[in-house]
T-cell receptor, first 113, second 114 residues
């Protein structure tokens, strides 16, 4: 079945350092979504990428979708303590998938002040 | 606006006891609904999804079952809980917001099986 691998599993950074998490799928994706889960909370949607090679930015966050639509990355510039949480990528297959998403294992980000 | 509710928020149950977790959605009709489980420090595993009343698809074999008795109600159940059923259970619905399609998650239920 479809698998979405996400690395690293954990990342500890000092406030102000950059952070990147990577996502790879075993199959071509219709789109990829990114979610953030704060400690003790539930996942919250960040962004969706649809087009091959797409790049989107949200303030200090930059999201990329690979040319083959099999990989993606999330980069945070100059991390802040408010960036703490788990970041998940979630891939969707094309066709009749009923909107099912396959989530990566997530990257737990810790930011030291 | 749409809202998704889950209860209870936390639950501690003995091994072998039954389980019933409820999820309801407001402000939308005929949503696709999903149950996920998240083990401590791990990712989200899709357990069940439903595209309509009475329609349930199971993603992984397990000790749990799901039902959708009403359009906006999704229930997760078990007849006899196992220790391995402990986790954070999240209900989600799929909808459109500001031109994009995303999954909206409920607040979750933290289940501890002792």
């Amino acid at each position: 079945g479809q698998q979405v691998m996400q690395i690293p599993q954990y990342q500890h950074v000092q406030e102000g350092e950059d952070f990147t998490t990577y996502c790879n799928s075993s199959t071509t994706l219709s789109n990829i979504q990114w979610y953030k889960q704060r400690p003790g909370g539930h996942p919250v949607f960040l962004i969706q990428l649809v087009k091959s090679g797409e790049v989107k930015k949200q303030k200090r966050l930059t999201f990329q979708f690979g040319e083959a639509k099999k990989n993606s990355s999330l980069h945070i510039t100059a991390t802040q303590t408010t960036d703490v949480g788990t970041y998940f990528c979630a891939g969707r297959l094309g066709g009749t998938s009923y909107g099912k998403l396959t989530f990566g294992q997530g990257t737990i980000l810790t930011v030291h002040p | 606006s749409q809202t998704i509710h889950q209860w209870p928020a936390t639950l501690v149950q003995p091994v072998g006891s039954p389980l019933s977790l409820e999820c309801t959605v407001e402000g939308t009709s005929n949503p696709n609904l999903y149950w996920y489980r998240q083990a401590a420090g791990r990712g989200l595993q899709l357990l069940f999804y439903s595209v309509g009343i009475g329609q349930i698809s199971s993603e992984v074999p397990q000790n749990l079952s799901a039902s959708r008795p009403q359009d906006r109600q999704f229930i997760l159940s078990s007849k006899k809980l196992l220790l391995s059923d402990s986790g954070f259970y999240l209900c989600a619905w799929r909808g459109r917001y500001r031109g994009r399609t995303e999954q909206f998650f409920g607040p979750g239920t933290r289940l501890t099986v002792l």
